[in-house]
């Protein structure tokens, strides 16, 4: 059985940082699509960053410059570094595994058909 474990989330200061992690377990998915995707409250959920199977990256605008993701297949280890929070940033995040393998969906889309999903870590950023 797959299992996505998300950990890292917290409260900070606008400016502040965080680090994500996403332990997976009861697979071996190294060559499918990983992200991670954010829901604010009382909005949808939105893309975030993903990688690929080469180590490809795709970041949101909003986060481009300011979230690196990365992975480590030694420990089926998802990561998201997050620079520069911002109040915006206030949401839960999940971090997801695409089923098939191939190409990550577009960043634009917050719910991917066929995605494995972890039960969130929650992120709060006060200014």
């Known amino acids: 059985q797959v299992q996505l474990v998300e950990s890292g989330g917290g409260s900070v200061q606008d400016g502040g940082s965080l680090r994500l992690s996403c332990v997976a377990s009861?697979?071996?998915?190294?060559?499918?699509?990983m992200g991670w995707f954010r829901q604010a409250p009382g909005k949808s959920r939105e893309g975030v960053a993903t990688?690929?199977?080469?180590?490809?990256?795709t970041y949101a605008e909003a986060v481009s410059g300011r979230f690196t993701i990365s992975k480590d297949t030694a420990s089926d280890t998802l990561y998201l570094q997050m620079n520069d929070l911002k109040p915006e940033d206030t949401a839960m995040y999940y971090c997801?595994?695409?089923?098939?393998?191939?190409?990550?969906?577009?960043?634009?889309?917050?719910?991917?058909?066929?995605?494995?999903w972890g039960q969130g870590t929650q992120v709060t950023v006060s200014s």
């Open positions: 997801a595994v695409d089923e098939f393998a191939g190409p990550c969906a577009d960043i634009s889309n917050g719910h991917p058909i066929g995605y494995i």
């Open positions: 009861g697979y071996t998915y190294y060559s499918n699509c």
């Open positions: 990688i690929d199977m080469d180590g490809e990256t």
